[in-house]
T-cell receptor, first 115, second 113 residues
Framework: AQSVTQPDIHITVSEGASLELRCNYSYGATPYLFWYVQSPGQGLQLLLKYFSGDTLVQGIKGFEAEFKRSQSSFNLRKPSVHWSDAAEYFCAVGASKAAGNKLTFGGGTRVLVKP | NAGVTQTPKFQVLKTGQSMTLQCAQDMNHEYMSWYRQDPGMGLRLIHYSVGAGITDQGEVPNGYNVSRSTTEDFPLRLLSAAPSQTSVYFC????????????FGDGTRLSIL
């Protein structure tokens, strides 16, 4: 069965500093990986996704993520954080052969941005 | 373009009451899903549908029913609400195909007293 671990429950970062959110997954075949962001009281918005090809994926809002198969990781990064990046971030893995919507989510990392 | 619309946004129920959470999408997406979000547990799949007339169970289906009579609508029913079902519920939809991302509604915050 697939699983996703986000080791950091909370991260506090100063505005303008860099940000890295960790994601480790467990899946037997080629994973389909996603990062979503959730602002307070809102649904989830897709930041980026990885299916194949270049292991460095660019997303919206200046985010990028790097897929490392050897480490089963898909960490999210942003070089310079803005106050509007304060939100909760979810990593998810999708089964490559699923006919349905079998996305498995990590527990989330809440990001706080200090001025 | 409304996307995925969930109603209501908030609801308080008493234990044992029944209720239907509504979800509608206007993107002609084949796949629809219901998730519940609980602190520290991310989102867990309750039920999903790959098309009208076809539904299947997800990770945490007990206590919930779904139906998919049209492509647009995917209601979630709680037949006899329990305090353990207090959660935030998200509906999502996507196109068929492996590479398609989910589009989420804004959620329904449900409290069972």
């Amino acid at each position: 069965a697939q699983s996703v671990t986000q080791p950091d429950i909370h991260i506090t970062v100063s505005e303008g500093a860099s940000l890295e959110l960790r994601c480790n997954y467990s899946y037997g075949a080629t994973p389909y990986l996603f990062w979503y962001v959730q602002s307070p009281g809102q649904g989830l918005q897709l930041l980026l996704k990885y299916f194949s090809g270049d292991t460095l994926v660019q997303g919206i809002k200046g985010f990028e993520a790097e897929f490392k198969r050897s480490q089963s990781s898909f960490n999210l990064r942003k070089p310079s954080v803005h106050w509007s990046d304060a939100a909760e971030y979810f990593c998810a893995v999708g089964a490559s052969k699923a006919a349905g919507n079998k996305l498995t989510f990590g527990g989330g990392t809440r990001v706080l941005v200090k001025p | 373009n409304a996307g995925v619309t969930q109603t209501p946004k908030f609801q308080v129920l008493k234990t044992g009451q029944s209720m239907t959470l509504q979800c509608a999408q206007d993107m002609n997406h084949e796949y629809m899903s219901w998730y519940r979000q609980d602190p520290g547990m991310g989102l867990r799949l309750i039920h999903y549908s790959v098309g009208a007339g076809i539904t299947d169970q997800g990770e945490v289906p007990n206590g919930y029913n779904v139906s998919r009579s049209t492509t647009e609508d995917f209601p979630l029913r709680l037949l006899s609400a329990a305090p353990s079902q207090t959660s935030v519920y998200f509906c999502a939809s996507r196109r068929s195909g492996r590479n398609q991302p989910q589009h989420f509604g804004d959620g329904t915050r449900l409290s069972i007293l």
